[in-house]
């Protein structure tokens, strides 16, 4: 239906001419390079540009990391490129010293490393040295002698008794100072003879007592902290100013961004090249075209040279075309879905245009509150406007948009306006006329019409099979199979009907029910080799019908999703209300619980209401007709991280 | 008349409680697995957020089954009084979204987290990875719309 026409081409060229080609067809966007090299002449890519490409890549992320700007909350999902002209961004590289600036980088970063490590370092030795202040002796004569051990250390305050007994009966010619007691611990020096030194060393080891080694210093506790502050003090201004330095080196992160994506570049056109076949003087492109794309692949390669031979080829034998839709734009958006379960294959056809209509409509009744429907297409609009998005996410809130506005009318047809009734809204009168059902009160009749819209789209895509079995002269299937299960399903869904609404027709669907059912039992077996068989394939076969009942029995979920919106909506608007009263801060409050209840509501809302919805499409819809399977068509183009191209 | 009205109660609490706790634990199964991805790519938290929110819905299927039933007593705007044998009633009206959303959320959450492997390796195909735990939440949402048609059965 809308499968877009691909011709397999070789295009022959001159090997001088190669670069200006490459460079054309990467801007154009217009084929998908097949591999066509002989595979013993591979060119690898130069590892230096992997390299190259990791280091800037590195430097960038150092350098953003520094950057005081604080993303926006849609940033960090939607990372947005800079829009730049070719022309600008090879100014901007040209003379850049990447390698220096690289460099400079590296260093600044290691710099910065080495002083918070340093940093961090004098902070311990402080936090050990100030319980100790008061030892007015320098560090290095606090040690064992040849005689005496002394030992530093901290104990629970309230161990402490228990544990200068127990020490003093060991060690009988032993010394314990208290130097100063902090919340709950007591920090002491110990001294004992060196003859003791095995049993207490035990003792101590197996003790509550926790020793402490002072840094090595000639200086006493207090001038050591003393000279340690000097130098905090001065590893905190180098590291101000080293991150001065690396914030001015920030204003070459644009720079670096470029030469980036430039190198990209460079690396896509030198990795494309290993797919070229070659002679001496020539070298050899094979790949798909679109085939309306001829003529204008020809136009674009004379601007590079006239030296060349464009050929419409055969594909090999068990190569397949890839796959590239078309639609009208108003319906191109819903490819997105399409492609989610799988591009069609090439001979198949696009199911796009066939699930736009249920898919929108799920979508609304999902969502189906008035505001909501509102913001969500305002906030579609937006984000189109100000960021570039990529074709895909262009799609993707375009649906978004439209499934709001559908959602706008839902609510305004259901009467749910941010989770208020129309009997709660000024302007009551009109709006109650606008309402047709409210599915809180009468969820029964919404679950009907939910199952219904069910019903019309399985039998659609019954009738999409039928007709592509048609369209493959396959009548009998065609008659016998999707037409009597259509015939069936409509006439058991015509008793269920009529027999809930006590309808005198009854009989008649039952009838009609009576003889599908017969039918299907007497086709339904007929590839069946022997009669038994066929009977009993035939009987079997009726049980699908219990398929059929569970895909139906699916759509439910568009009642249930459509009324937790609204329930949810209701209960944050009776909750704000709660709290309204609140002395003070009441108004403040309940303005918080409206604005953080219903985004969150409206985000769950949205991402429910397309994922269900899609659903249905790809499992209950698709699962009637659809194979897909097909690659889709990547054109050969230029891919960057951080730039688009004007 | 009030043990009718507590067995209503018990049916909220169960309700809530139970799809409550079934989506905590699949958002903590989903998260342990999106918080390793994310170590070695942060990039990727937009992408992983939405599959960690994914078991999140029964919870608020549950909220929205217990809700239903208060509305449906009064509860909450002076509590009608109501039969024991009414209250029982909702009580049972209530375990459907209670317990098939407890269940399908630890599960859903199991699912999410292949998921998000599946984002890890191959993040073009995000799409095909939120339909996945998608499949396993559609019993949640039955066992929501069994609740709230049987509530909306009861007469009081």
């Keep these: 239906m809308s499968i877009v026409a691909m011709q397999k081409v070789q295009l022959v060229a001159l090997a001088e001419d190669q670069?200006?080609?490459?460079?054309?067809?990467?801007?154009?966007?217009?084929?998908?390079?097949?591999?066509?090299?002989?595979?013993?002449?591979?060119?690898?890519?130069?590892?230096?540009?992997?390299?190259?490409?990791?280091?800037?890549?590195?430097?960038?992320?150092?350098?953003?990391?520094?950057?005081?700007?604080?993303?926006?909350?849609?940033?960090?999902?939607?990372?947005a490129k800079e829009e730049i002209g070719e022309a600008e961004l090879m100014a901007a590289c040209h003379g850049f010293e990447c390698q220096a600036t690289l460099k400079k980088c590296e260093d600044i970063e290691d710099h910065l490393n080495n002083l918070k490590n340093l940093k961090t370092q004098i902070q311990g030795e402080k936090d050990r040295l100030i319980p100790f202040e008061k030892l007015n002796v320098p560090i290095n004569l606090i040690a064992p002698s040849l005689k005496t051990v002394i030992i530093l250390g901290k104990i629970k305050t309230k161990q402490l008794a228990g544990f200068s007994e127990q020490l003093a009966k060991l060690s009988p010619a032993s010394d314990i100072q208290a130097v100063s007691q902090a919340k709950e611990e007591t920090y002491l020096v110990i001294a004992y003879l060196a003859k003791d030194k095995t049993k207490s060393q035990d003792f101590l080891s197996q003790s509550a007592f926790e020793a402490i080694a002072l840094p090595e210093s000639v200086r006493t506790p207090k001038q050591e902290l003393a000279h340690l502050k000097n130098v905090l003090k001065k590893t905190e201004t180098d590291l101000a100013e080293t991150m001065k330095s690396a914030k001015e080196l920030g204003r070459q992160l644009n720079k670096l961004k470029y030469m980036y994506d430039l190198l990209l570049e460079e690396k896509q056109q030198s990795d494309i090249r290993q797919k070229f076949g070659a002679t001496s003087r020539t070298f050899i492109i094979e790949g798909w075209i679109k085939k309306a794309d001829l003529t204008k692949t020809k136009n674009q390669l004379t601007k590079a040279t006239s030296a060349f031979l464009l050929l419409e080829i055969e594909p090999n034998e068990n190569e397949k075309p890839p796959v590239a839709l078309t639609n009208p734009k108003a319906l191109a958006p819903f490819e997105v879905i399409t492609q989610l379960y799988g591009s069609p294959s090439y001979n198949e056809f696009?199911?796009?245009?066939?699930?736009?209509?249920?898919?929108?409509?799920?979508?609304?009744?999902?969502?189906?509150?008035?505001?909501?429907?509102?913001?969500?297409?305002?906030?579609?609009?937006?984000?189109?406007?100000?960021?570039?998005?990529?074709?895909?996410?262009?799609?993707?809130?375009?649906?978004?948009?439209?499934?709001?506005?559908?959602?706008?009318?839902?609510?305004?047809?259901?009467?749910?306006?941010?989770?208020?009734?129309?009997?709660?809204?000024?302007?009551?009168?009109?709006?109650?006329?606008?309402?047709?059902?409210?599915?809180?009160?009468?969820?029964?009749?919404?679950?009907?019409?939910?199952?219904?819209?069910?019903?019309?789209?399985?039998?659609?895509?019954?009738?999409?099979?039928?007709?592509?079995?048609?369209?493959?002269?396959?009548?009998?299937?065609?008659?016998?199979?999707?037409?009597?299960?259509?015939?069936?399903?409509?006439?058991?869904?015509?008793?269920?009907?009529?027999?809930?609404?006590?309808?005198?027709?009854?009989?008649?669907?039952?009838?009609?029910?009576?003889?599908?059912?017969?039918?299907?039992?007497?086709?339904?077996?007929?590839?069946?080799?022997?009669?038994?068989?066929?009977?009993?394939?035939?009987?079997?076969?009726?049980?699908?019908?219990?398929?059929?009942?569970?895909?139906?029995?699916?759509?439910?979920?568009?009642?249930?999703?459509?009324?937790?919106?609204?329930?949810?909506?209701?209960?944050?608007?009776?909750?704000?209300?709660?709290?309204?009263?609140?002395?003070?801060?009441?108004?403040?409050?309940?303005?918080?619980?409206?604005?953080?209840?219903?985004?969150?509501?409206?985000?769950?809302?949205?991402?429910?209401?397309?994922?269900?919805?899609?659903?249905?499409?790809?499992?209950?819809?698709?699962?009637?007709?659809?194979?897909?399977?097909?690659?889709?068509?990547?054109?050969?183009?230029?891919?960057?991280?951080?730039?688009?191209?004007? | 008349m009030e043990i009718g009205l507590a067995l209503a109660l018990g049916g909220v609490a169960i309700a809530v409680l139970f799809a409550g706790m079934g989506s905590a634990w699949g958002i903590a199964i989903a998260g342990e697995a999106a918080a390793g991805v994310l170590t070695e790519d942060p990039e990727k938290f937009g992408k992983l957020l939405v599959m960690m929110a994914l078991p999140g819905t029964q919870g608020f299927y549950g909220f929205l089954g217990g809700f239903y039933i208060m509305m449906k007593v009064g509860f909450l705007t002076g509590a009608t009084s109501i039969g024991p044998m009414t209250g029982l009633q909702l009580l049972f009206a209530a375990l459907p979204v209670g317990i098939v959303g407890c269940i399908s959320g630890i599960f859903q959450g199991k699912a999410a987290a292949a998921s998000i492997y599946l984002i890890a390796k191959r993040p073009d195909e995000t799409g095909k990875a939120i339909i996945i735990p998608a499949m396993v939440e559609t019993y949640a949402v039955l066992g929501l719309l069994a609740t709230i048609l049987m509530v909306t059965g009861v007469k009081i």
């Design chain 1, 19 to 79: 670069a200006e080609i490459i460079k054309l067809l990467q801007e154009s966007e217009i084929i998908e390079i097949t591999d066509s090299s002989s595979g013993d002449n591979k060119l690898t890519t130069a590892a230096s540009v992997e390299t190259q490409l990791a280091e800037i890549k590195s430097a960038v992320d150092f350098l953003t990391s520094l950057e005081s700007v604080k993303k926006s909350f849609i940033e960090s999902f939607l990372p």
């Design chain 1, 350 to 646: 696009d199911p796009s245009i066939l699930l736009s209509f249920f898919f929108i409509f799920f979508f609304g009744l999902c969502l189906g509150d008035f505001v909501y429907g509102l913001v969500l297409t305002v906030f579609s609009l937006y984000l189109m406007k100000r960021y570039k998005l990529p074709v895909g996410g262009q799609k993707l809130f375009t649906l978004l948009a439209v499934g709001g506005l559908v959602a706008a009318v839902v609510g305004v047809l259901t009467g749910s306006y941010l989770g208020f009734t129309p009997a709660e809204l000024p302007a009551t009168a009109l709006l109650s006329s606008l309402q047709i059902i409210d599915p809180v009160k009468d969820p029964l009749t919404m679950l009907a019409f939910s199952l219904a819209l069910g019903v019309v789209q399985i039998l659609f895509g019954l009738f999409i099979h039928l007709a592509l079995l048609v369209k493959s002269k396959n009548y009998v299937s065609a008659i016998l199979d999707d037409g009597l299960w259509i015939f069936w399903l409509s006439s058991l869904v015509f008793l269920a009907v009529a027999s809930a609404l006590s309808s005198p027709l009854a009989g008649l669907a039952g009838k009609l029910s009576l003889f599908g059912g017969i039918a299907l039992f007497l086709t339904q077996g007929r590839s069946e080799p022997t009669l038994l068989k066929k009977g009993i394939s035939g009987l079997l076969s009726l049980y699908k019908v219990s398929g059929y009942l569970g895909d139906t029995l699916s759509y439910s979920r568009l009642l249930a999703l459509g009324m937790s919106t609204t329930i949810i909506g209701a209960v944050i608007n009776i909750l704000a209300n709660m709290v309204k009263g609140t002395p003070g801060i009441g108004v403040a409050l309940m303005v918080l619980i409206l604005i953080i209840g219903h985004l969150f509501n409206l985000i769950l809302g949205v991402l429910g209401a397309f994922i269900h919805s899609v659903r249905l499409q790809l499992v209950e819809f698709f699962g009637k007709f659809y194979e897909g399977g097909g690659q889709q068509f990547r054109p050969f183009k230029r891919m960057a991280e951080y730039t688009v191209l004007k």
